[in-house]
């Protein structure tokens, strides 16, 4: 299937390693020129030239896309684009009694307010040009609570909430903005993880792993290839009447009917 996606420009946040790069090769992969981002310049550098190898264009900026600062340098160095796609690292798991305010605030920067501030600041464009689409990573925490992330679970509702709304505004102008969930995922996230039940429980890596297939109906965590290519069809031509959508990519994880 033709994305329809040749030519466009996307704004992927948080994208030298994981679901971020997953989305970002994908995209590559059907022809859009990319702006990635990353704290770290050393690995974004390597996912630039990996993707360059790909034949199309990017500009790699090395930010933190939880600050303003950050924000303002990214959006500087990528202009107006067609597709923003929102991410950043997870808070850590913990416990409830041992959150304050600063705790929140940190969470709430990240995985609720960058990726609000990035959309205030991306479609008025998208509305003008007549077409726009957001993808926002968040979690399956959303619709199940992770009870360890209560800083996660707290921060991405808030940015559902805002979604839901938004999404309902702007979608008259062809702009799109809908939210990929993932659930357990092979990713460095999901090493550090793991190495926490590894540390707390005296069990090897491949215990902590196989313990939480065990969870996972498809038996396997994700790939950040398929997930990318999820948020490359959100992106597409064709996805235009998929507005507001909170779509779970957890191998059936999540234990619910509706
Ligand atoms: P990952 O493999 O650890 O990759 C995170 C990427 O984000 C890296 O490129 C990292 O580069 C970048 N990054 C982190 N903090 C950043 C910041 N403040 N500014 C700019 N870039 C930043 O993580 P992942 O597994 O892809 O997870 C992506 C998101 O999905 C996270 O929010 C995570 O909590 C969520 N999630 C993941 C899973 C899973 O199973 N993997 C499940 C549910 C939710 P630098 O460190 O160099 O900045």
């Keep these: 299937m033709d994305l329809g996606l040749t030519g466009k420009k996307a704004l992927v946040c948080a994208s030298s390693k994981g679901l971020g790069k997953g989305c970002a090769a994908a ?135 805002y979604v839901a709304g938004t999404s309902r505004q702007v979608a008259e102008f062809g702009v799109t903005i809908n939210n990929l969930l993932p659930g357990i995922h092979a990713t460095d996230r999901a090493v550090s993880l793991d190495g926490g039940v590894v540390a707390k429980e005296g069990i090897t890596m491949e215990e902590a792993r196989a313990r939480r297939e065990a969870t996972i109906p498809a038996r396997r965590y994700g790939t950040a290839e398929e997930f990318g290519k999820a948020c490359a069809f959100l992106c597409s031509v064709h996805a235009g009447f998929i507005v507001g959508q909170n779509i779970l990519l957890d191998g059936g994880g999540t234990n619910f009917t509706i």
């Design 27 to 161: 995209l590559a992969a059907e022809g859009v020129e990319l702006v990635l981002n990353a704290r770290g310049a050393e690995a974004l550098e390597a996912t630039a030239a990996e993707l360059r190898a790909l034949g199309v264009a990017v500009t790699a900026v090395a930010a933190d896309i939880t600050t303003e600062a950050g924000q303002a340098k990214v959006l500087e160095a990528a202009g107006p684009v067609d597709i923003l796609v929102t991410n950043a690292g997870g808070p850590p798991p913990g416990l409830w009694k041992d959150w304050g305010r600063e705790d929140f605030i940190k969470a709430l920067d990240a995985n609720m307010l960058a990726p609000i501030a990035l959309m205030t600041a991306l479609l008025p464009g998208m509305c003008d040009r007549g077409w726009g689409r957001v993808v926002n990573i968040t979690s399956q925490s959303v619709k199940a609570p992770i009870p360890q992330l209560g800083l996660s679970n707290s921060a991405r509702t808030g940015l559902t909430g």
